[in-house]
Nanobody, 124 residues
Framework: QVQVVESGGGSVETGGSLRLSCTASNYNRNYMTWFRQAPGKEREGVAA????????YYADSGKGRFTISHYRANNTMYLQMNNLKPDDRAIYYC???????????????????WGQGTQVPVSS
């Protein structure tokens, strides 16, 4: 069974940067993706990457500020977040699974394997 574990969350000020990490074990799927959920809001896709292949997909909220990457050697995915805003404050989750269509890569209902989440509190 695929297991995913996130790390790297922590307090950051508006305009600051943070890098999240996600390591997947027993991984044999084709997408790894970052989601986030703010209090009172639905979980939303942030960025996805195909593995192998490295094709990336971003939600509008993170375009130009977030960069997703994946290193095959240790099967670890990263999310580099720059110029963080108060609206970025959320719990960030890593997910992995087989996704049949690239257009579905940011849909939470397409993933069965989730990490426990890591907090990203952005102070204004």
């Amino acid at each position: 069974q695929v297991q995913v574990v996130e790390s790297g969350g922590g307090s950051v000020e508006t305009g600051g940067s943070l890098r999240l990490s996600c390591t997947a074990s027993n991984y044999n799927r084709n997408y790894m993706t970052w989601f986030r959920q703010a209090p009172g809001k639905e979980r939303e896709g942030v960025a996805a990457i195909s593995t192998p292949g490295g094709r990336t997909y971003y939600a509008d909220s993170g375009k130009g500020r977030f960069t997703i990457s994946h290193y095959r050697a240790n099967n670890t995915m990263y999310l580099q977040m720059n110029n963080l805003k108060p609206d970025d404050r959320a719990i960030y989750y890593c997910a992995a699974d087989f996704v049949a269509r690239a257009t579905w890569a940011l849909r939470a209902d397409r993933y069965d394997y989730w990490g426990q989440g890591t907090q990203v509190p952005v102070s204004s």
